[in-house]
């Protein structure tokens, strides 16, 4: 793991509880949705990608969304999302392999496996389209983006500055998310992704993660290069517990509309 900076609490306790999950019983062989081709889809269809995140909570989440997960996901398609991202980690954000599959069985997009995945026999708990791997939490990422590959994944490769977008790079991701929150202070800052995104090549597709909340946040990311953008608790709403999710996609979809 590469621990240039101090982790907060919370990102520490996810870390341990990570180490201790086991990995699955056999290894998956994955036919993967095309992401990029969702993204051109929607981009053909006048919507902003956005992947909407199935995220019942989150140390940094105002409560708890119960919903059952396999309606939110849908309700977030029927709003317009390109594509959508599970979480699984169960300690600290109440997802589960097992609600991935189900989302997975009930809608026509790519799925994105939301967790902290640390070695390879991690890769293997449940078939998803996307995989996520963090750059900050991988010992040799290009190791695991080729593990995962050998699957049938498409992975996702997190970073949060120039320095780990080499990494990614050097690592050939060619899908590369850009996490506007800092991992000591949990703190959001969209210029992180501003900063960053000048570095990414044209055939990277580009993901701004963590922070977009408004249409004046999504167009500010698309304007700075982002192909698509990882929304989760914008949509979801965690503080009202029943917000339409549907009507939280949509916004966020048409932000380019120019309608707020």
Do not use: C, W, Y
Not at 83 to 93: G, N, R, Y
Not at 114 to 134: G, S, T
């Amino acid at each position: 793991m590469n621990s240039r900076t101090e982790l907060a609490p919370a990102v520490a306790s996810i870390l341990e509880a990570a180490r201790e999950r086991p990995g699955g019983d056999g290894v998956v062989d994955v036919d993967a949705r095309s992401l990029p081709d969702a993204v051109a889809r929607a981009e053909a269809d006048g919507r902003v990608p956005v992947i909407a995140e199935v995220k019942p909570t989150s140390p940094t989440a105002d409560g708890t969304r119960d919903d059952d997960p396999v309606e939110l996901a849908e309700a977030m398609v029927e709003g317009g999302a390109a594509a959508i991202s599970v979480l699984t980690e169960p300690s600290h954000f109440g997802g589960s392999p097992e609600s991935l599959t189900r989302i997975r069985e009930a809608v026509d997009v790519p799925v994105l496996r939301k967790d902290f995945v640390l070695e390879e026999a991690q890769l293997d708990v449940v078939e998803a389209d996307l995989l996520l791997l963090i750059v900050r939490f991988v010992d040799d990422v290009a190791e695991l983006v080729a593990a995962a590959r050998e699957r049938g994944f498409q992975p996702l490769v997190e970073v949060h500055d120039r320095e780990e977008l080499e990494t990614a790079l050097e690592a050939g991701a060619e899908i590369i998310g850009v996490n506007n929150r800092d991992l000591a202070r949990l703190e959001v800052d969209l210029e992180t992704f501003e900063s960053v995104a000048p570095g990414a090549p044209d055939d990277v597709t580009l993901i701004a993660e963590s922070g977009v909340s408004t249409p004046d946040n999504v167009r500010r990311m698309r304007e700075a290069g982002a192909d698509a953008l990882l929304i989760g608790s914008a949509i979801m709403d965690h503080a009202s517990g029943d917000s339409n999710v549907t009507e939280n996609t949509r916004r966020l979809v048409r932000a380019e509309d120019g309608a707020e």
